[in-house]
Structures are given as structure tokens and as C-alpha cells.
Nanobody
């Protein structure tokens, strides 16, 4: 298991940008497929973006494609989510998540390790 801590959330106006970061405790961070999920009040937790172990593959939810960029720095054991052109509907608690994989693969489900989340609020 890897411990994950999100940071970078806050209040931003619609159209603005925000960058989220997730710090991992695991030295073998490069063995983890990583992802971002979000959960708005009264709604289910939804997939946002995922990145393969070495960063060769990425996948985005349709709702954020073209606006959000997921990246990772395996040397620093960090995951990031650059969010541009933010909309009020992006308001949610954002969670980073990881799953240990043996190969360079990409999944939107099956994540076992989760951070505590960071609140993102986009005002209209």
C-alpha cells in the first residue's frame, strides 16, 4: 500500500486554473498506475484522469478532456493534475488514487489506495 496526500485545492473563479498535487510515500511509486477521481456533493465518485506507471499512457473523462492534464514525476513520487478553464461543475473533492501494476497498463477502476481528498470550488 502507498500513502497518498493531496494538496493544491482551493477556490477559483470560473475560467481560472488550479494545479493539484499528490505526494506518495512509496519509493516504488513508479510501479503504481495513478489516477484522479472526484466527488461532488450528493453524487458518486467519478473518474477524472489516469496515467500509466511511466507516463506513456493517459486517459481522461470526457467532461475534462482538453481542459485537464495529468502528469507524474516518478523521481519525486508525485502526481499532478493541471486544471484549466475550470467550470462550476468541476466543484468537488478531488482524490488521487493508485494501484500497483506489474506492467505499463492503464485502468479507470481497481484503485485500492486513496488519498483523503482536497476540495476544489469553482465560483461562477
Amino acid at each position: 500500500q502507498v500513502q497518498l496526500v493531496e494538496s493544491g485545492g482551493g477556490l477559483v473563479q470560473a475560467g481560472g486554473s488550479l494545479r493539484l498535487s499528490c505526494a506518495a510515500s512509496e519509493r516504488a511509486f513508479s510501479r503504481y498506475t495513478m489516477a484522479w477521481f472526484r466527488q461532488a456533493p450528493g453524487k458518486e465518485r467519478d473518474f477524472v484522469a489516469a496515467i500509466s506507471r511511466s507516463g506513456t499512457m493517459t486517459r481522461y473523462a470526457d467532461s475534462v478532456k482538453g481542459r485537464f492534464t495529468i502528469s507524474r514525476d516518478n523521481a519525486k513520487n508525485t502526481l499532478a493534475l493541471q486544471m484549466n478553464s475550470l467550470k462550476p461543475e468541476d466543484t468537488a473533492v478531488y482524490y488521487c488514487a493508485g494501484r500497483a501494476d506489474l506492467w505499463e497498463v492503464l485502468f479507470t477502476t481497481g484503485y485500492a489506495d486513496w488519498g483523503q481528498g482536497t476540495q476544489v470550488t469553482v465560483s461562477s
